[in-house]
Antibody
Framework: QVQLVQSGAEVKKPGASVKVSCDAS????????MHWVRQAPGQGPEWMGW????????NYAQKFQGRVTMTRDTSITTAYMDLSRLRSDDTAVYYC???????????????WGQGTLVTVSS | QSALTQPASVSGSPGQSITISCTGT?????????VFWYQQHPGKAPTLMIF???ERPSGVSNRFSGSKSGNTASLTISGLQAEDEAHYYC??????????FGGGTHLTVL
């Protein structure tokens, strides 16, 4: 069965960086895009970007360009999301979510990680 | 990227039907057939309920249905049950490989 298992909660100071991991299993990692979505307390989800695990190509939401980096390690089927220059309004639960199959249409965000709470506080 | 507009809340009694709207623009919903709906219970990750406007993933009840007209997508839940009480979010392709979510609608089952 498809599983996405994320790293644990983080507490960071403003200006610091955070790196969240997402360990994928139960499917061919390189066949599906991986997206990152965050959700601030009491707010709706916010799409951050995606990575093509096969090619390493990325596409980031304009709001996060320059601050976010998405990478992957295909040898251990793990995706990573690195967010720098953290601010208090970056406090949120960060999710990885499986995207579509590369080159296909169909369901998107059909599987989600359990979420990683990132708290930014001085 | 655009944000999609949803009503903040809707409510209905058990057995009734409700519809949640999701309004976008020509950049997203109107010109793309890629609208998705997610259900989220408190403290849980979202769950996909409808994809590509009207398709249901396996395991999702046929009480859930989706449609689109112009720049507005809709989710209809028929035969409301207590377990349907949750937040519902729409999501659309917004061009240039980007995606946008709605602000969410809280459904209360009276």
């Amino acid at each position: 069965q498809v599983q996405l298992v994320q790293s644990g909660a983080e507490v960071k100071k403003p200006g610091a960086s955070v790196k969240v991991s997402c360990d994928a299993s139960g499917y061919i990692f390189t066949d599906y895009y991986m997206h990152w979505v965050r959700q601030a307390p009491g707010q709706g989800p916010e799409w951050m970007g995606w990575i093509n695990p096969n090619s390493g190509d990325t596409n980031y939401a304009q709001k996060f360009q320059g601050r976010v980096t998405m990478t992957r390690d295909t040898s251990i089927t793990t995706a990573y999301m690195d967010l720098s220059r953290l601010r208090s309004d970056d406090t949120a639960v960060y999710y990885c979510a499986r995207g579509r199959g590369v080159g296909t249409t169909g369901p998107i965000f059909d599987y989600w990680g359990q979420g990683t709470l990132v708290t930014v506080s001085s | 990227q655009s944000a999609l507009t949803q009503p903040a809340s809707v409510s209905g009694s058990p057995g009734q039907s409700i519809t949640i709207s999701c309004t976008g623009t020509s950049s997203d919903i109107e010109n793309h057939n890629f609208v998705f709906w997610y259900q989220q219970h408190p403290g849980k990750a979202p769950t996909l309920m409808i994809f590509e406007g009207s398709e249901r993933p396996s395991g999702v009840s046929n009480r859930f249905s989706g449609s689109k007209s112009g720049n507005t997508a809709s989710l209809t839940i028929s035969g409301l049950q207590a377990e349907d009480e949750a937040h519902y979010y729409c999501c659309s392709f917004a061009g240039s490989g980007t995606w946008a979510f709605g602000g969410g609608t809280h459904l209360t089952v009276l």
